[in-house]
């Protein structure tokens, strides 16, 4: 079995990022060494692509791991499709990620296309989740391709990349990372003659004018240009005062210091057809009805990218403000309490003893919240209601909003072990 994508060691120049560091050399040298954070919807694509790769490499169908789960850190050697008899929550909700309807339909149309060219011819060869050298352009530069697929008979190497994501359509075409995966293919391949490199996305959930599957022949003398100027692009990266260019690739390719770039300040301020001086200047936006066919158009067209920085500053500002470092005009509350139960088992078991049934407690496969199940608890109105059921339910906030300073709202202190309490 392959390695786990979370076990993997990272690239400081990663095919995934080479749209960033190839249009901005200055923002490799100012987020190395800055800690990896994972979004929920990235640790639901890592599970995706261990689903995908076991598939492959087993034979299995994704469809016979439907409402199991992908433990996205499970160890070498230990199970990483388990059954849960709970929702994961806290910290197992961004290890076990549900195999879903989705993600079996996702998954199969990966599976199908790449055994649909395993069939082309009966000698063709298959690597699944193999490490790429690309070290020939740059020492940091190297991966892991979803998979490769070589027909000797045509000499024809397909790379297929498949993309979970929805937020992001990608295009195939002088794709960077694809070219850069490409590249690595080939150098692995060298010795078996290729006449034609197709690299290919497989993306089943983003719409795209193409469908989701999209196909791009790579000449190999374009493949080598391509080379020479990524080997150029990434040397620029050593520079200690490599220049900054903010751009799409900012919002694409993740950048750990979206929300904080100053560069990026200026590029989205522009974009959203502010008016302003020095990067600390407030930044004034013109009324709508004053703007230009030209500067609304603008706006809507870096509305992804605007919104994008929005939440990269907001989120950065919330992690400091945990840390203890937050804004002065700035305070962390907590979220609205909402009702929880404090023993699943012991709640459904009181609800049978009211003579409910699974029809009505259970969504299936998920029990179903106090708020829900209220209602069947014995009472005229809802104060009684509630008042039988307090036992079985405990009220609590989910976590913390980072709000100005004038928000009525108390605001709360943090300590060490990510707890809090309201301050007086």
């Known amino acids: 079995m392959s390695e786990t994508h979370t076990a993997r060691k990272h690239a400081k120049l990663a095919p995934s990022a080479a749209k960033r560091w190839i ?14 954070e994972t979004s929920s919807a990235a640790a639901e694509g890592t599970a995706a692509h261990e689903l995908c790769s076991h598939c492959l490499t087993t034979g299995d169908d994704p469809a016979a791991f439907l409402d199991m789960y992908v433990d996205i850190h499970a160890a070498e050697g230990k199970p990483r499709f388990v059954s849960l008899s709970e929702e994961p929550t806290g910290e197992n909700a961004m290890r076990f990620f549900p195999v879903d309807d989705e993600m079996v339909d996702a998954v199969e149309m990966y599976v199908s296309f790449v055994r649909g060219l395993l069939a082309q011819e009966p000698d063709a060869e298959m690597e699944v989740e193999q490490r790429l050298d690309m070290t020939h352009l740059h ?10 697929v070589f027909l000797p008979i045509e000499a024809h ?31 692995r391949y060298h010795n078996r003659k290729i006449a ?11 719409p795209h004018r193409k469908g989701p599957i999209r196909s791009y022949d790579i000449d190999l ?60 200047t407030e930044a004034k936006f013109p009324a709508i009805d004053t703007m230009t066919v030209e500067q609304r158009s603008a706006v809507l067209r870096e509305a992804d990218g605007l919104l994008s920085y929005v939440k990269a500053v907001q989120e950065a500002e919330h992690a400091k403000a945990l840390a203890g470092n937050g804004l002065p005009d700035f305070k962390l509350v907590a979220k609205r309490a909402v009702r929880k139960w404090k023993d699943e088992k012991a709640a459904k078991n009181h609800l049978y003893d009211l003579g409910a049934t699974n029809d009505d407690i259970m969504t299936e496969p998920k029990f179903r919240s106090p708020a ?42 943090v300590d060490a072990a990510s707890e809090f309490e309201v301050v007086e």
């Open 23 to 36: 249009n901005c050399a200055g923002s490799v040298r100012a987020t190395d060494g800055l800690p990896d």
């Open 139 to 148: 020492p940091a530069i190297f991966g892991t391709g979803d998979a490769t």
């Open 157 to 187: 190497l397909h790379v297929p990349d498949f993309k979970y994501g929805k937020g992001i359509a990608v295009d195939a075409d002088e794709n960077p990372q694809l070219l850069l995966y490409a590249a690595g293919a080939a150098r």
């Open 196 to 206: 034609k490199l197709t690299a290919h996305i497989i993306q089943p959930r983003a």
């Open 221 to 280: 003398l374009d493949l080598f240009e391509f080379e020479d100027m990524l080997a150029a692009a990434a040397a620029a990266t050593d520079d200690p005062n490599a220049p900054f260019c903010a751009g799409s690739w900012c919002h694409d390719s993740f950048c750990k210091i979206e929300g904080t770039c100053p560069t990026n300040r200026v590029k989205r301020l522009a974009d959203a057809g502010a008016e302003f001086g020095d990067v600390e």
């Open 372 to 413: 829900q199940l209220e209602k069947l608890f014995p009472g005229k109105n809802a104060t009684l209601r509630q008042a039988a059921m307090a036992d079985l339910v405990v009220k609590q906030s989910s976590g913390l909003n980072l709000v100005p300073a004038s928000d009525p709202r108390p605001a709360v202190k």
